[in-house]
């Protein structure tokens, strides 16, 4: 080795000893390594596409139809037939598409549906076996292969049912690169080809836009079309951009973004149209007629415009729009939860209705409205008496005490029942952000307390007077004020029995009061604090947790 040579490897030397040094396998990012950043979207989606096919391998949609399935060589037949000597025949499909039974011969199958092969069968089997007692039962899928290349990790041939889809063939070969195009999939099939739009698959659940495959198929997915899309901005659950198909409209980019928001203004949806470069044209669309359907698949809406390539939507926010303005409705509605509300728009029956009505075993009387912006009211008099002790207070304030600890703060005085009957009732407020809306469950009975001899639950009958139920309740003690028996109001009215100014309902109380020197008051809070515990407020309570 020459002097130059060995001077120059010695240099080379010294240069990796630094770089080693300096940047050490720890500090050197990963993808420099293994091509992790290139292919770290794509490696990931593999692994989950792969984890997927084998973890859905063998296992159906749903069951098979027959009018439906194609059989095929290699599928499994079971023939049964009842007569006076019965006989059943597991029989496959031969390569040529034909089946043998005994005494009967070759029974061509060749391209027939299971309901159709069924019928062939029947037809040959009963001339011979002298019965239409005739069965026949698909037991075992034929497998098969299809081919399927470009945008996959593994282009390549895999092992497939009669019951797979498109998308699960491509999930066997690895899964979709990030550059594959969803929207334009071809399936070739003797010399046809069928379009495969899994988009429409994933997003309107369009079952013909991914079709079950055949022996022979060939699946080709090309790379997206950056070009030619559409997108739908603003006020949509999921604003994208989506690659162009041929018979594209408004109602399939809105499905494609999920739907509408609450907050989407319906009255003027903007679709912006690229004619060519200096041509450039914006129509304004009304869809609120679309707000009445709960979903959009084969709704036949008016102003359904069909769409062109490089077509945008955007949809705006309602005015005056606030997105923390929200209410809760729980209890015997349809769809209780949290709703969005226009402040100043938006009454009781509204969110109601929004909320699917009320169920059949709804209690609508009983109904509450808590505004909590009610519950925080400041009372200093509450406030000086709770911080005064029990013994050092005067009756009044023991009175004042006893009565505003048992109310429901917050709660606004409501009709429901007149309400959902007249919604343009001045009963029907608007709703205001944190309100809270409580529908109780329908009761079947009215509770008697206090002074009679077997207190307790009572089924309702509308005949029976306050009497009939304390009666039923065992009768008065012998220590039973009868004269000051009060009736306690589902939302906590107190009423005097002996009035009969009122009608008693399921939910309500009857409250029996001791012989003493007490007065009506004294009762009235006894029966506020009975109410209280009795009334079912226990939702109400948890849905303005939810909304704090």
């Given at each position: 080795?020459?002097?130059?040579?060995?001077?120059?490897?010695?240099i080379?030397?010294?240069?990796?000893?630094?770089?080693l040094n300096?940047?050490?396998?720890?500090q050197?990012?990963?993808?420099?390594i293994?091509g992790?950043?290139k292919?770290?979207?794509?490696t990931?989606a593999?692994?989950?596409?792969?984890?997927?096919?084998?973890?859905?391998?063998?296992?159906?949609?749903?069951?098979?139809?027959?009018?439906?399935?194609?059989?095929g060589?290699?599928?499994q037949?079971?023939?049964?037939?009842i007569?006076?000597?019965?006989?059943?025949?597991e029989?496959?499909?031969?390569?040529?598409?034909?089946?043998?039974?005994?005494?009967?011969?070759?029974?061509?199958l060749?391209?027939?549906?299971?309901?159709?092969?069924e019928?062939?069968?029947?037809?040959k089997?009963?001339?011979?076996y002298?019965?239409?007692?005739v069965?026949?039962?698909l037991?075992?899928?034929?497998?098969?292969?299809?081919a399927?290349?470009?945008?996959?990790?593994?282009?390549t041939?895999?092992p497939?049912?009669?019951?797979?889809?498109?998308?699960e063939?491509?999930?066997?070969?690895?899964?979709?690169?990030?550059?594959?195009?969803?929207?334009?999939?071809?399936?070739?099939?003797?010399?046809?080809?069928?379009?495969?739009?899994?988009?429409?698959?994933?997003?309107?659940?369009?079952?013909?836009?991914?079709?079950?495959?055949?022996?022979?198929?060939?699946i080709?997915?090309?790379?997206?079309?950056?070009?030619?899309k559409?997108e739908?901005?603003?006020?949509?659950?999921?604003?994208?951009?989506f690659?162009?198909?041929?018979g594209?409209?408004?109602?399939?980019?809105i499905?494609?973004?999920?739907?509408?928001?609450?907050?989407?203004?319906?009255?003027?949806?903007?679709?912006?149209?690229?004619?060519?470069?200096?041509?450039?044209t914006?129509?304004i669309?009304?869809?609120?007629?679309?707000?009445?359907?709960?979903?959009?698949?084969?709704?036949?809406?008016?102003?359904?415009?069909?769409?062109?390539?490089?077509?945008?939507v955007?949809?705006?926010k309602?005015p005056?729009?606030?997105?923390?303005?929200?209410?809760?409705?729980?209890?015997?509605?349809?769809?209780?939860?949290?709703?969005?509300?226009?402040?100043?728009?938006t009454?009781?029956?509204?969110?109601?209705?929004?909320?699917?009505?009320?169920?059949q075993?709804?209690?609508?009387?009983?109904a509450?409205?808590?505004?909590?912006?009610?519950?925080?009211?400041?009372?200093?008099v509450?406030?000086?008496?709770?911080?005064?002790?029990?013994?050092?207070r005067?009756k009044f304030?023991?009175?004042?005490?006893?009565?505003?600890?048992?109310?429901?703060?917050?709660?606004?005085?409501i009709d429901?029942?007149?309400?959902m009957?007249?919604?343009?009732?001045?009963?029907?407020?608007?709703l205001?952000?944190?309100?809270?809306?409580?529908?109780?469950?329908?009761?079947?009975?009215?509770n008697?307390?206090?002074?009679?001899?077997?207190?307790?639950?009572?089924?309702?009958?509308?005949?029976?007077?306050?009497?009939?139920?304390?009666?039923l309740?065992?009768?008065?003690?012998?220590?039973?004020?009868?004269?000051q028996?009060?009736?306690?109001?589902?939302?906590?009215?107190?009423?005097?029995?002996?009035?009969?100014?009122?009608q008693i309902?399921?939910?309500?109380?009857?409250?029996?009061?001791?012989?003493?020197?007490v007065?009506f008051?004294?009762?009235?809070?006894?029966?506020?604090?009975?109410?209280?515990?009795?009334?079912?407020?226990a939702?109400?309570?948890?849905?303005v947790?939810?909304?704090?």
């Amino acid at each position: 080795m020459t002097r130059k040579a060995m001077i120059n490897k010695g240099i080379l030397l010294i240069v990796l000893y630094f770089l080693l040094n300096h940047f050490s396998f720890g500090q050197i990012p990963n993808y420099f390594i293994t091509g992790a950043k290139k292919t770290g979207y794509d490696t990931l989606a593999k692994q989950t596409s792969q984890k997927l096919a084998l973890e859905s391998a063998g296992i159906f949609e749903k069951e098979i139809d027959p009018a439906k399935y194609i059989l095929g060589p290699d599928d499994q037949l079971m023939v049964s037939i009842i007569s006076a000597n019965p006989q059943e025949f597991e029989v496959p499909i031969s390569p040529d598409g034909r089946i043998l039974i005994p005494q009967v011969g070759a029974i061509d199958l060749k391209n027939k549906t299971l309901a159709e092969a069924e019928d062939h069968i029947k037809e040959k089997v009963s001339k011979v076996y002298k019965t239409n007692e005739v069965y026949v039962v698909l037991k075992k899928l034929r497998k098969f292969k299809v081919a399927i290349s470009g945008e996959v990790f593994s282009s390549t041939i895999v092992p497939a049912t009669a019951v797979d889809r498109v998308s699960e063939i491509a999930e066997k070969a690895g899964g979709f690169k990030h550059t594959a195009s969803l929207r334009h999939i071809k399936l070739l099939r003797d010399n046809k080809i069928i379009n495969v739009d899994l988009i429409k698959y994933y997003f309107l659940g369009d079952k013909e836009a991914n079709p079950t495959v055949l022996g022979g198929d060939q699946i080709v997915v090309p790379v997206s079309d950056d070009v030619n899309k559409i997108e739908i901005e603003g006020e949509i659950n999921s604003p994208g951009e989506f690659e162009y198909c041929e018979g594209d409209s408004l109602s399939t980019l809105i499905m494609f973004g999920l739907g509408f928001m609450e907050s989407s203004f319906l009255d003027s949806v903007e679709l912006v149209s690229f004619v060519d470069l200096t041509n450039i044209t914006s129509t304004i669309i009304n869809l609120t007629e679309w707000k009445k359907y709960p979903s959009l698949i084969g709704q036949n809406l008016p102003n359904n415009i069909p769409l062109k390539t490089g077509d945008r939507v955007y949809i705006k926010k309602i005015p005056d729009w606030h997105y923390d303005s929200k209410v809760v409705i729980e209890g015997q509605v349809t769809y209780p939860g949290t709703y969005a509300i226009q402040e100043g728009k938006t009454r009781v029956t509204d969110i109601i209705t929004k909320a699917g009505g009320l169920t059949q075993k709804a209690y609508i009387e009983g109904a509450v409205l808590i505004r909590t912006t009610f519950q925080n009211v400041e009372d200093r008099v509450m406030e000086r008496i709770a911080n005064t002790s029990p013994k050092d207070r005067t009756k009044f304030e023991e009175r004042y005490f006893q009565a505003r600890i048992n109310e429901r703060r917050g709660e606004i005085a409501i009709d429901f029942k007149k309400i959902m009957k007249d919604p343009n009732s001045y009963e029907n407020i608007y709703l205001k952000k944190k309100d809270s809306i409580y529908i109780p469950t329908k009761k079947e009975f009215v509770n008697i307390q206090g002074q009679v001899k077997s207190p307790g639950m009572v089924f309702y009958n509308p005949n029976y007077t306050y009497l009939d139920y304390i009666n039923l309740a065992g009768g008065f003690n012998y220590r039973a004020d009868a004269n000051q028996t009060i009736i306690v109001k589902e939302k906590g009215e107190q009423l005097l029995a002996k009035n009969l100014d009122y009608q008693i309902l399921p939910g309500d109380n009857i409250l029996v009061p001791p012989e003493s020197d007490v007065t009506f008051f004294d009762i009235f809070s006894t029966g506020l604090t009975i109410a209280t515990q009795l009334v079912t407020i226990a939702g109400v309570i948890l849905t303005v947790v939810r909304l704090q």
